[in-house]
T-cell receptor, first 113, second 112 residues
Framework: DAGVIQSPRHEVTEMGQEVTLRCKPI?????LFWYRQTMMRGLELLIYFNNNVPIDDSGMPEDRFSAKMPNASFSTLKIQPSEPRDSAVYFC???????????FGPGTRLTVT | GNSVTQMEGPVTLSEEAFLTINCTYT??????LFWYVQYPGEGLQLLLKATKADDKGSNKGFEATYRKETTSFHLEKGSVQVSDSAVYFC???????????FGTGTSLTVIP
């Protein structure tokens, strides 16, 4: 299995631009999670989906952030407009519902200048 | 509510030293407990887990025992190596939900 796939691995953009991060979960997993990691705040859960349905988006910082999961094999996290404080590493993770671990992707390092 | 508290770092040890990273949890019910490791530039990887009280998770020389009486899941290794340098995260998973609760992470550096 290829594991969780994220793209791009690195993104550098200017303030005000739209940024789209992509994730392909492990085949057969029915839950998907988006996290943000910074030195200041550590690892934060932004949103998670169960069977493609958003279950908890209370961690999404503000309306500039949105996430979609149109099907079981693809999810996006969009930031519009981006700001320098959005600079972080964004991780996607997937799992099978039950007492099973999450599998993390390699992350997307976002830099907003 | 559910939460995980782990020892703050950074931790610096000499090679072959004994390692302990403390982790305690609060939860309703009996959660499953995990230790994840993050090597530089990579995502988190599962290191070990325990799903019920008194279970011991172990992997790569690391161990952690699920202690219900102290609500703890401390990570230990008898002899660390330089290659163990990483950030370690304690996490809990409620047995009624789908959400993981991660600690803040503890950075470990092992020097030769």
């Amino acid at each position: 299995d290829a594991g969780v796939i994220q793209s791009p691995r690195h993104e550098v953009t200017e303030m005000g631009q739209e940024v789209t991060l992509r994730c392909k979960p492990i085949s057969g997993h029915n839950s998907l999670f988006w996290y943000r990691q910074t030195m200041m705040r550590g690892l934060e859960l932004l949103i998670y989906f169960n069977n493609n349905v958003p279950i908890d988006d209370s961690g999404m910082p503000e309306d500039r952030f949105s996430a979609k999961m149109p099907n079981a094999s693809f999810s996006t996290l969009k930031i519009q407009p981006s700001e320098p404080r959005d600079s972080a590493v964004y991780f996607c993770a997937s799992r099978t519902t039950g007492l099973y671990e999450q599998y993390f992707g390699p992350g997307t390092r976002l830099t907003v200048t | 509510g559910n939460s995980v508290t782990q020892m703050e770092g950074p931790v610096t040890l000499s090679e072959e030293a004994f390692l302990t990273i403390n982790c305690t949890y609060t939860a309703t019910g009996y959660p499953s407990l995990f230790w994840y490791v993050q090597y530089p530039g990579e995502g988190l990887q599962l290191l070990l887990k325990a799903t019920k009280a008194d279970d011991k998770g172990s992997n790569k020389g690391f161990e952690a025992t699920y202690r219900k009486e102290t609500t703890s899941f401390h990570l230990e290794k008898g002899s660390v190596q330089v290659s163990d340098s990483a950030v370690y995260f304690c996490a809990s998973l409620s047995n009624t939900g789908n959400q993981f609760y991660f600690g803040t992470g503890t950075s470990l550096t092992v020097i030769p």
